[in-house]
């Protein structure tokens, strides 16, 4: 039996069988080039070799003849194992210890990922936070003017202050992805609470700044909470066990998050004009718009700063 999931881009199907086994099958994009799918399969690959880490990742089937891949009706195709879970986004709530665990597993996700690389990874992305001035064509399909001059204000001020600063950190693959519909948990052992089981989607794949994945992360982290500060700081404390932040990264975090956001924004606006009918394209844009508003605020700015740099001088 085949179900149809959510996707943006991709379209992806769960597959049951009569043997109770269950998989993904993703039918990539047109668009999408072999050389980028064969570099997501030798990263979960490479993943799979190695010690097993907190989160379960997806496991890619091969064919009898040993091909991860087929070309099917001009699109390349492949399957997963199916990963049991709850997606984060449909918890009532994000717990702080939750967060840690979640930034702890996802540093040590990195850890590994720092022995991985592959030319494909390598790449123009739109996603790529280094290549978020990129977008500022895009922000004339932002319908309210005020809140499109913010998002100019912010990138520009991104691309000519940041950018530069970002040049000079470390570098390596990250998922580049970790949302909360692509972090899933399973009930603990006791009580009613939640843990981290397992990650999905290593669509994103970048060769990238490394302090732009806990970025990521923790700005969904902040998405929705009723305290924004305090998830943040929850996840990079876990992050930072597994993977210190180094000051200079540190001092970067939130003007990376505010470039995510505006991102975030800005595509989803873009994508809404060119496919009215997709909800899947700004599922997280009204959270990324009230969060924006707050980071406009030097008070708030400040304290998710301090937060976050107390948060590592705890461990350090």
């Known amino acids: 039996m085949a179900s149809a999931l959510p996707s943006s881009i991709d379209q992806n199907f769960r597959l049951d069988t009569v043997g109770d086994e269950s998989f993904v099958l993703k039918i990539s994009n047109s668009s999408e080039l072999p050389e980028f799918l064969d570099a997501q399969v030798r990263a979960l690959e490479y993943l799979a070799a190695g010690p097993p880490i907190a989160l379960r990742l997806p496991v890619v089937t091969r064919r009898p003849s040993g091909d991860a891949t087929i ?12 990963l049991e879970g709850k997606p984060v986004a449909h918890l009532e709530s994000k717990p702080r210890t939750l967060l840690q665990e979640f930034g702890r597993a996802l540093g040590e996700l990195d850890e590994r990922l720092a022995g991985f690389d592959d030319p494909a990874v390598h790449r123009e992305f739109r996603w790529d936070l280094m290549r978020a001035p990129g977008v500022l064509g895009l922000t004339t399909h932002i319908p309210d003017p005020e809140g499109r001059q913010h998002v100019l204000r912010s990138l520009r001020r991104f691309a000519t202050d940041t950018i530069p600063r970002l040049e000079r950190l470390p570098f390596q693959v990250v998922h580049n992805d970790a949302n909360d519909h692509n972090l899933l948990v399973r009930p603990a052992a006791v009580g009613e609470s939640f843990i981290p089981c397992a990650l999905l989607d290593f669509g994103d794949l970048l060769w990238t700044p490394r302090v732009a994945e806990a970025a990521i992360a923790i700005t969904y982290a902040m998405l929705g909470s009723e305290e924004p500060i305090e998830a943040a700081a929850a996840f990079l404390g876990g992050y930072h066990a597994s993977l210190p932040i180094g000051p200079d990264e540190l001092g970067l975090l939130p003007d990376l998050i505010e470039a995510r956001l505006c991102a975030s924004v800005t ?13 899947f394209v700004s599922v997280s844009e009204a959270p990324a718009w009230r969060l924006l508003e707050r980071l406009a605020a030097e008070r708030f700015r400040s304290g998710l700063a301090t937060a976050l740099a107390e948060t590592t001088w705890q461990q350090d």
């Open 267 to 279: 595509i989803a606006a873009y994508e809404r004009a060119c496919d009215p009918d997709n909800a």
């Open 71 to 82: 070309f099917a009706k001009g699109h390349l195709v492949w399957l997963v194992g199916w």
